[in-house]
């Protein structure tokens, strides 16, 4: 026979929700009492990291900052320098968004600390032109359909920038061998190369000359590089002035 149901009176039925509603009561209370004797962790907290006060001449400009030892050449380049043309892709230093040239030579500024970059010179591409003048580089990228989309735009130029200024005359091997480290998902390589090849021919002139140093398979009609120049010259104009993020 199985045992039978242990009944419960109206009494201990109330005794027991009221004891549950007590306890339903004091937690919040409780609650404010624990987050006043721990209080959490805020900005002004956080701010103790380790920090260093670094000397950066980043476009000719000379800038003194204090940077927090974890922080990457990138975070300060865009986020405290407002130098936005200089994209964040893979953060892992892979697909070559975030070139910049660092005392002339091309690295990923992304798994680069701000605090080695201390008493260095800093080229981003918001360095290449001058006032309303492209470089040379960058007019070459226009006239040659370089951008697709444009985000990779402006790593790709910053290391064909550090190839042409170490190399003026690069043969498409040397080219191609410079721009490994640049991804571009939109799969436009040859006209990069194209690109840098004419940037080369033209002799890095202050005033390129439209279509000189082109190459015979790229060559096209007056026409279609105007074309060009007004379909493409919209995004070289965002990437060098930091653009879409």
């Not at 920038?161 to 410079?178: D, F, I, W, Y």
């Not at 060009?228 to 060098?240: E, Q």
Request: contains cysteine; glycine residues 12%.
């Amino acid at each position: 026979m199985s045992k039978r149901k242990r009944e419960i009176s109206r009494r201990q039925f109330l005794e027991g929700t009221g004891a549950v509603l007590a306890v339903a009561t004091a937690g919040p209370a409780l609650k404010g009492q624990l987050s006043s004797a721990s209080p959490p962790v805020t900005d002004s907290a956080a701010s103790g990291a380790p920090s260093t006060a670094i000397r950066l001449v980043v476009n000719g400009t000379e800038h003194r900052l204090d940077v927090e030892d974890r922080w990457t050449l990138a975070e300060v380049l865009r986020d405290h320098l407002g130098l936005t043309g200089t994209k964040i892709g893979c953060d892992r230093g892979e697909c070559g968004a975030c070139t910049v040239l660092l005392d002339g030579r091309p690295v990923y500024s992304c798994s680069n600390l701000a605090v080695w970059a201390d008493g260095r010179e800093v080229q981003t591409v918001e360095g290449l032109a001058q006032g309303e003048q492209l470089d040379p580089l960058q007019q070459a990228f226009v006239e040659h359909d370089g951008p697709q989309c444009g985000f990779c735009t402006s790593g790709q130029l910053m290391s064909a920038k550090g190839l042409l200024t170490r190399n003026p005359r690069p043969t498409p091997h040397e080219v191609r061998s410079a721009m490994t480290g640049n991804i571009c998902r939109c799969s436009n390589y040859n006209r990069y190369v194209e690109a840098v090849l004419a940037a080369a021919a033209a002799g890095g002139a202050t005033t390129p000359k439209r279509g000189s140093g082109r190459s015979a398979q790229s060559a096209k009609p007056s026409a279609a590089v105007a074309a060009t120049k007004s379909r493409r010259g919209t995004t070289i104009a965002a990437a060098s002035a930091g653009g879409v993020r």
